[in-house]
């Protein structure tokens, strides 16, 4: 079946890059998406990027797709404090509902 | 500017209470989704539903019903509330169809307690 896997927890300092990793296992995917979700807050569409694309970029944040090996990453440059949140990747299936599968979110803690 | 609203951040209830959260979405999209999300799991989808009347059974619809009258309101029900249901409640409102564009539409959250 569809899943989505991130690791739980990265810590940075301000001002260094951080790199937030996904893996997918549904090969038909035609969107994948990082949500940010701050605290008490929902989620906030950050980036997206279309299964035909390798990389993206939009301001301080660089998505990178290895469709080969189901491999989804969100840097973010020059990290803030105010970057601190938890991020999901997630990714639209095949089916035309918009149901999206989410990994579990990862928690950034970005140190001043 | 598009919206989705819930009608509680936060509630508590007691065990064994019937509780209904309610969704609102202003753009006139045929589809709407309650999830819950819960540290380290992320977010698991309860049910959605794709038309007015119309209802689907997500990955965990055990304990959960929903309603859908208008088009613009999605409720969930909790038909007797227990503690395992303590939890964040997120209601999505996406586009759908060959006009897919990427932007879905998250609630604020309803943070439920259940003692």
């Known amino acids: 079946g569809e899943d989505v896997e991130q690791s739980l927890f990265l810590s940075v300092r301000e001002g260094d890059s951080s790199v937030i990793n996904c893996t997918y296992t549904d090969s038909s995917s035609t969107y994948l998406y990082w949500y940010k979700q701050e605290p008490g807050a929902g989620l906030q569409l950050l980036t997206y990027i279309f299964s035909n694309m390798d990389m993206k970029q939009d301001q301080r944040l660089t998505v990178l797709l290895n469709k080969k090996d189901k491999h989804l990453s969100l840097r973010i440059a020059d990290t803030q404090t105010g970057d601190s949140a938890i991020y999901f990747c997630?990714?639209?299936?095949?089916?035309?509902?918009?149901?999206?599968?989410f990994g579990q979110g990862t928690t950034l803690q970005v140190k001043p | 500017d598009v919206k989705v609203t819930q009608s509680s951040r936060y509630l508590v209830k007691r065990t064994g209470e019937k509780v209904f959260l309610e969704c609102v979405q202003d753009m006139d999209h045929e589809n709407m989704f309650w999830y819950r999300q819960d540290p380290g799991l992320g977010l698991r989808l309860i049910y959605f539903s794709y038309d007015v009347k119309m209802k689907e059974k997500g990955d965990i619809p055990e304990g959960y019903s929903v309603s859908r009258e208008k088009k613009e309101r999605f409720s969930l029900i909790l038909e007797s509330a227990s503690t395992n249901q303590t939890s964040m409640y997120l209601c999505a409102s996406p586009p759908s169809g060959r006009s897919f564009s990427y932007e879905q539409y998250f609630g604020p959250g309803t943070r439920l307690t259940v003692t």
């Open positions: 997630a990714e639209k299936g095949s089916s035309n509902t918009g149901k999206l599968i």
